[in-house]
């Protein structure tokens, strides 16, 4: 297929994308990315720089969100700020859900008939979403394609690093088998650790038991998030300021970093405090700062602060 009639089906496709957003080239392959033997997809949970996406020329496949009365493909028809903006005033919590096997489909033998020998898919962790499960099973549909479908392990930046990885290295002519092993060893490293500000968004969500939450909630508790190698766990302390001391405490204990950033859902005011207390762990530029996606932010709710990161001494020290 030629690359100009590749293009126009990738962009104007409405199975993939709607042409009516800027935001909408979160999802162009770009002829980079096109002429790569080893062609990089991920989800829209990745949080990667719509820059990077197009540099790299990944493929993101985006997650479904029902906010109120209205359907939504998250980055494509519902930004970050859209998002943030509408959720206090919600009368119902949002919903998600994976694309379906044949979405995932699409996307691969697009990929295929542009030109591309191998597809390296990587998703959100098994523990926490279906949608690499979905991912795996249109991989195996695909007999005569060459699909690999990687559990990252990780959420958010988390993932991203690791897609950001894959792709330069994909960019470069590694085949995928090299790639995995890289992939793999940072997957050691690479960690993401969150105070969130209330447990009512896991409570609705099925993250948490519901007893567990009211109890949370009424005790006024902050609970942590910390997630490694596809393993995540929830520890409570009771204010803000101690959430904040644990999420430095963690933050000194992986140190030094290769990859740094913040996350944050809709309080961007703070990710800038949090940003001035870790200027001694990335000295070469101001830390990333990243407001999570809506697929992401559905589950853990407005005030979710905290840091994706890798470690560069290849630590593998237990999580808390």
């Given amino acids: 297929m030629e690359l100009g009639n590749f293009l126009s089906k990738i962009i104007y496709s409405p199975q993939i994308l709607s042409p009516n957003q800027d935001n909408t080239l979160l999802f ?7 002429k790569m033997s ?9 949080d990667l720089s719509l820059e990077t996406i197009r540099n790299l020329g990944i493929t993101v496949i985006p997650l479904n969100i029902h906010l109120g009365d209205t359907d939504y493909l998250d980055g494509v028809d519902l930004s970050r700020d859209d998002f943030y903006d509408q959720l206090p005033s919600q009368k119902s919590f949002p919903k998600t859900a994976a694309p ?4 995932f489909a699409k996307y691969y033998n697009n990929l295929f008939e542009a030109g591309a020998n191998h597809v390296l898919s990587i998703h959100i962790a098994e523990s926490l979403s279906a949608t690499v499960n979905i991912a795996r099973i249109a991989a195996q549909d695909l007999k005569t394609r060459s699909v690999t479908v990687l559990d990252s392990g990780q959420l958010s930046l988390g993932m991203g690093f690791l ?33 969130l500000k209330t447990l009512e968004y896991l409570k609705r969500s099925g993250r948490m038991n519901a007893a567990v939450a009211q109890i949370g909630e009424i005790l006024k508790i902050k609970p942590l998030l910390f997630m490694n190698q596809g393993k995540s766990s929830i520890s409570k302390v009771r204010t803000q300021k101690t959430a904040t001391e644990q999420l430095l405490a963690w933050l000194d204990q992986y140190a030094h970093y290769e990859k740094l950033a913040i ?29 999570i996606t809506p697929a992401l932010g559905s589950h853990l709710g407005i005030g979710a602060l905290g840091f994706a990161c890798v470690s560069k001494d290849g630590s593998t020290k237990e999580s808390l």
Avoid at 100 to 103: I, K, M
Avoid at 163 to 187: N, T, Y
Avoid at 271 to 279: G, P, Q
Wanted: aromatic share 8%.
């Fill in 100 to 103: 379906s096997a044949g979405v």
């Fill in 28 to 34: 162009l392959l770009y002829y980079n990315g096109y």
């Fill in 38 to 46: 080893v062609q990089i997809v991920t989800d829209s949970t990745c």
């Fill in 263 to 291: 996350l944050h859902a809709g309080i961007a005011d703070e990710a800038e405090i949090l940003r001035d207390l870790v200027k001694t762990y990335w000295t070469t530029s101001p830390v990333e700062i990243t407001q």
């Fill in 163 to 195: 897609v950001e990885r894959a792709a330069q290295m994909a960019k470069a002519g590694h085949s995928v088998e090299e790639i995995l092993v890289v992939l793999k060893q940072q997957m050691l490293r690479t960690y993401v650790f969150a105070s």
